[in-house]
């Protein structure tokens, strides 16, 4: 799908450079997060979610547990992902590939990821561990959960989610994911998510920690597109880092007191 340009008036094109399509662009790593880190990751509690007035999409789903676990909870959770159009031993097989990439990140940049994880790596992914097998498990129960689907397009009804989520991917590979590209899968995702409702999104950066260069422009397109975007800082849990998210609403939404308010 065809993004549309960003503005040029206000943000010269040297801001903004034109995308290139890598000649070897690089995989996607098939995560198994728990439900605890998902919400560690994107500021939200197990209380939160219980209270979600509606479905709730996670997009990548990657082999995460959250489908299964969040379910315990009382909440709906549909998963989107490219690599659920792989039979499913494929998608375990890439899971634990992803593990095994990122036992190696944390060993050689130990700087990136919160502490305790780096002097305690192997109990961290023990919990991917537990994740993957719930993802099996679920996904082989209940496959209409799991929809083989990419940014930037989604086959998805307007406003079908009361919050959707979107981790590791569009800034953390910026290689497959440039400007433009950004730019229409966040508009896609807000147009999925009901207007009560909010996208969020982490990290703010790519997989050596350097954050996104253009988020500004970025979100001053978004604000043409009459999305509304805020980041908000996640206080870190047992001294770890401060996390960025971007979080999305459509900007004409009346704004209510609920579950998800900050």
Do not use: K, N
């Not at 498990?137 to 083989?148: C, E, G, K, N």
């Not at 989604?154 to 989610?161: K, N, S, V």
């Not at 009361?162 to 440039?178: D, I, M, N, R």
């Not at 978004?222 to 999305?227: D, W």
């Amino acid at each position: 799908m065809a993004a549309e340009g960003f503005p040029t008036e206000r943000f010269p094109a040297e801001r903004f450079p034109r995308e290139r399509a890598p000649s070897e662009p690089p995989d996607v790593l098939v995560t198994s997060r728990p439900l605890d880190e998902y919400c560690a990751l994107f500021g939200l509690t197990r209380a939160r979610l219980a209270a979600l007035p509606g479905l709730l999409l996670d997009c990548p789903g990657g082999a995460a547990g959250l489908a299964a676990e969040a379910r315990e909870l009382g909440c709906r959770v549909i998963a989107a992902d490219p690599a659920y159009a792989l039979p499913l031993p494929v998608v375990a097989a890439r899971a634990r590939a992803a593990r095994a990439a990122m036992a190696t990140a944390m060993a050689d940049r130990p700087y990136l990821y919160p502490s305790p994880h780096p002097h305690r790596p192997e109990r961290y992914l023990r919990s991917w561990d537990r994740a993957r097998r719930l993802f099996a498990a679920d996904s082989a129960a209940h496959p209409q959960r799991y929809v083989a689907a990419a940014l930037p397009r989604l086959p998805f009804a307007g406003g079908t989610f009361a919050l959707t989520l979107s981790g590791y991917l569009l800034f953390a590979y910026p290689e497959l994911f440039g400007p433009e590209l950004q730019l229409a899968a966040l508009t896609e995702l807000v147009r999925v998510t009901s207007p009560d409702g909010e996208v969020r999104v982490q990290p703010l950066c790519d997989a050596r920690g350097r954050r996104c260069p253009h988020l500004d422009p970025l979100r001053y397109a978004l604000g043409e597109r009459r999305i509304a975007s805020e980041v908000h800082r996640v206080p870190p849990a047992e001294g770890g880092h401060t996390r960025r998210v971007l979080v999305l609403r459509a900007a004409d939404r009346r704004r209510r007191a609920g579950p998800l308010g900050m």
